[in-house]
């Protein structure tokens, strides 16, 4: 069974995404902000992380550049998801970071994510 | 006693053969002593009877010192004799009361003598008349001179009255200027009052910028008096540091090309603390063209510009607190939709789940069209420009929407252009969101069966895309707020009462920001081209805002 690390700080985000990857056959472990998506990311070693950006404490963004320092978590798999719009800094570190993917929850359906992570975990 | 005398006479010559015979009481004596010239004398006729000449008959010897004249040679001669040049005049007078029996008295000159005479005459009979005469030669000169004196002092009392009209019209002329200058300064006092007390600053400076005056908004804007601005040079006081190039650039408007300026600027209050205001400048030229002073006026914008930002912010926020939600809405919808349990529902349950996703989907779509306009509003655009393939999007865009065209039974044709389109150096996303606009737009506003045309082109260094419909159409002055924020016009809300108004203010604010233009032409009834053209070389390298 795949492991997928959830790190959203809304809380209704996260139930959802829990209870839906979980009916999709996922084990799901939960982080509320980059710090502890950060250790979790370390102990538990996701095979895939789903990564928001705006979150207390540690945002997503200095989430994703410290877990690409580390050799135990560089090569992780990432998909970003935001209600923001990409900015500079976002897509900057989007195109740097091949195999991470970068999606606005609302304009996707949960479908498209859903073939996003299928396919990356195919990899 | 004269007439007496003359009358003797008279009655001397009507009782001589033509020559006075005086005797008894010596008449000749009295003659002979009078102050007086006297002559007696025969006019002489021509053939025709016309007075040619006349003889003197007798003199006395005033006569003589009179005329200068001796009695001796006078005597028994006539007047051509004696005075060949004779002004006609005499001989025609005389003529004339021998001829009427009318005595004459007048004032005339005989040129020769070069005297001037007072003339006493009257007929005595017999063709004979007698002239008694005062030399009145002087005293015509001091009349003269009298006369020219009193034409002299006429003048000056004229020259005095015109002095005093002069002066009573001065007076007046002063009066009236000295009232209109009143009226001009009284004009001048108001203008100076609404302008000293006007919330705008305005500052006067010379041609070479050093303050002349400020107005009372000068302390209240920037901190500092209008005494303290004066004779130093406009805005060293409250200045920021913007670029040499901002200054460079409106020094070379106001002063070179002597226009005015207008512009957004930073400045500094006397407290440190920054403001924005709007300032323009305007140069005062002379009649010759040449610039006299400047007039400046700022108009403090903080406020404004802090409220529209909080307002933008707020905008943007909400949106994002609004995306939330309304993201874990549609994916629950999703799930719902894809339940086993729902799918063997009946069809109500689905349409009940396809109307709230199809509202979910609106009010999303909406905050989307918010969080641009917020965007473009706090100039947070994210504008990443990448060589592109615009055909290639434009391509993408079209299969995208094929969908939503085939649903509204419109058909939407393209082909590609016939000469190649180079790379543009532009934001993909931003353009495709200006394509998916505007052929979305053309798909909703147009009827069942109609068509939805695409033209690309290049047109010189322009890339050009028009997109045509058979819809509804705009009317004109509806063309004219057309690219206004929120702006709907009443058939589009009847059409679709789902439209947020803020498409095609979207698509204008990314266009103009590349540098290039959009336009409409439309009828009514009959359907709109909305033509949009990019310069192909893009300037800019990109950053946060179009």
């Not at chain 2, 159409?473 to 809300?493: C, H, M, W, Y």
């Amino acid at each position: 069974m795949k492991k997928i690390l959830v790190v959203e700080d809304e809380l209704a985000y996260l139930k959802l995404l829990k209870t839906q990857l979980t009916e999709k056959g996922f084990e799901v472990t939960e982080a509320v902000n980059g710090k502890e998506g950060l250790e979790k990311a370390k102990t538990e070693h996701p095979d895939l992380i789903l990564l928001d950006i705006r979150m207390p404490v540690m945002d997503g963004m200095t989430m994703l550049d410290l877990l690409r320092k580390e050799e135990a978590t560089k090569k992780m798999k990432v998909i970003m998801l935001t209600n923001l719009e990409p900015d500079n800094k976002i897509l900057k570190g989007v195109v740097s970071d091949e195999p991470s993917f970068y999606f606005v929850k609302s304009d996707i359906q949960f479908t498209d994510l859903l073939n996003k992570i299928n396919e990356l975990l195919a990899e | 006693m004269l007439k007496q005398l003359l009358d003797t006479i008279a009655s001397i010559s009507d009782h001589s053969d033509k020559k006075p015979h005086v005797s008894g009481l010596n008449y000749r004596d009295v003659f002979e002593s009078m102050e007086q010239g006297f002559a007696f004398c025969r006019m002489i006729y021509d053939k025709g009877g016309k007075p040619i000449d006349f003889c003197y008959l007798y003199v006395n010897l005033s006569f003589a010192r009179l005329t200068g004249l001796s009695v001796e040679y006078v005597t028994g001669r006539s007047v051509k004799e004696v005075i060949p040049n004779i002004e006609p005049f005499w001989i025609e007078t005389y003529g004339r009361v021998v001829s009427s029996g009318k005595r004459e008295q007048f004032e005339n000159s005989v040129r020769a003598l070069g005297k001037q005479y007072k003339i006493n005459v009257w007929p005595t009979g017999e063709g004979c008349f007698a002239v008694l005469f005062d030399d009145i030669t002087n005293f015509k000169k001091k009349e003269a001179d009298a006369q020219s004196k009193t034409n002299e002092l006429a003048k000056e009392v004229r020259a005095q009255e015109d002095t005093t009209k002069a002066m009573l019209n001065v007076m007046e002329d002063f009066n009236l200027a000295k009232k209109s200058a009143e009226t001009l300064a009284g004009d001048l006092e108001k203008f100076k009052l609404a302008v000293d007390n006007t919330s705008e600053m305005v500052v006067i400076t010379n041609s070479e910028g050093i303050v002349l005056y400020g107005n009372k908004a000068v302390e209240t804007i920037t901190g500092y008096t209008p005494q303290e601005a004066m004779g130093k040079k406009s805005g060293a006081l409250w200045k920021s540091p913007m670029p040499v190039e901002y200054y460079r650039y409106m020094w070379d408007t106001i002063k070179v090309q002597k226009k005015m300026f207008v512009s957004e600027i930073l400045n500094k209050r006397k407290n440190g603390d920054l403001y924005t205001a709007i300032i323009s400048i305007s140069p005062i030229l002379n009649k010759r063209g040449v610039i006299e002073f400047f007039v400046a006026n700022e108009r403090d914008v903080t406020r404004e510009k802090a409220i529209d930002k909080a307002k933008s912010e707020f905008v943007s926020l909400a949106s994002h607190q609004l995306r939330t939600p309304l993201g874990i809405i549609k994916w629950y919808l999703e799930a719902l939709e894809g339940d086993e349990y729902v799918i063997r529902a009946p069809d109500n349950i689905h349409s009940y789940i396809q109307e709230i996703q199809k509202s979910n989907e609106r009010v999303l779509s909406l905050v989307r069209d918010l969080l641009s306009v917020s965007r473009i509003e706090q100039g947070k655009v994210k504008n990443n420009p990448t060589p592109s393939d615009l055909i290639q999007i434009i391509r993408e865009t079209v299969e995208q929407l094929q969908i939503v065209a085939q649903n509204k039974k419109v058909r939407v044709q393209w082909k590609s252009p016939e000469t190649a389109i180079p790379p543009v150096n532009i934001d993909a996303l931003l353009f495709h969101e200006i394509i998916e606009n505007l052929i979305g737009n053309a798909i909703e506003y147009s009827m069942p069966g109609g068509t939805v045309d695409l033209t690309v082109g290049r047109n010189e260094d322009m890339l050009y895309v028009c997109v045509t419909d058979t819809g509804i159409g705009i009317s004109p002055s509806d063309q004219k707020s057309l690219f206004t924020k929120f702006f709907r016009s009443e058939k589009a809300v009847v059409h679709n009462p789902e439209g947020s108004g803020l498409g095609l203010y979207v698509v204008k604010s990314y266009v103009e920001g590349w540098g290039g233009t959009i336009s409409v032409q439309s009828t009514e009834g009959k359907g709109s081209t909305f033509t949009i053209s990019i310069p192909l070389e893009q300037k800019k390298k990109g950053g946060d805002t179009v």
